[in-house]
């Protein structure tokens, strides 16, 4: 297991960036492929971006492409997601997760790890 703890989250007017980090505990953090979801009030959670345990292989949901960048040091035991020309649309809180499977990175059942969640709230 592992413990997840995300940051950076906050209120931004739509165009603004911001960027959030996800600091995971223990010391096996480079064999967790590592993924960002998030959920509106009244939504399902929906998958964002994922990437995989070198970082280079990185996911996007079509909804995000061009906009956000995920990215992971694992010297630091940190995945980032840099989320750029944000839109109300992307309000939501947002959850960082983990899992030690294989398979699609946006499958929400792959994941057996989750942290808490940062609020992003984006404002017209």
């Known amino acids: 297991q592992v413990q997840l703890v995300e940051s950076g989250g906050g209120l931004v007017q739509a165009g603004g960036s911001l960027r959030l980090s996800c600091a995971a505990s223990?010391?096996?953090?480079?064999?967790?492929?590592m993924g960002w979801f998030r959920q509106a009030p009244g939504k399902e959670r929906e998958f964002v971006s994922g990437?995989?345990?070198?970082?280079?292989?990185?996911y996007y949901a079509d909804s995000v492409k061009g906009r956000f960048t995920i990215s992971r040091d694992n010297a630091k035991n940190t995945v980032y997601l840099q989320m750029n020309s944000l839109k109300t649309e992307d309000t939501a809180v947002y959850f960082c997760a983990a899992h030690t499977s294989f398979g699609r990175a946006d499958i929400p059942t792959l994941y057996n790890n989750w942290g808490q969640g940062t609020q992003v709230t984006v404002s017209s």
């Open positions: 223990g010391r096996t953090f480079s064999s967790y492929a």
């Open positions: 990437v995989s345990r070198s970082g280079f292989g990185t």
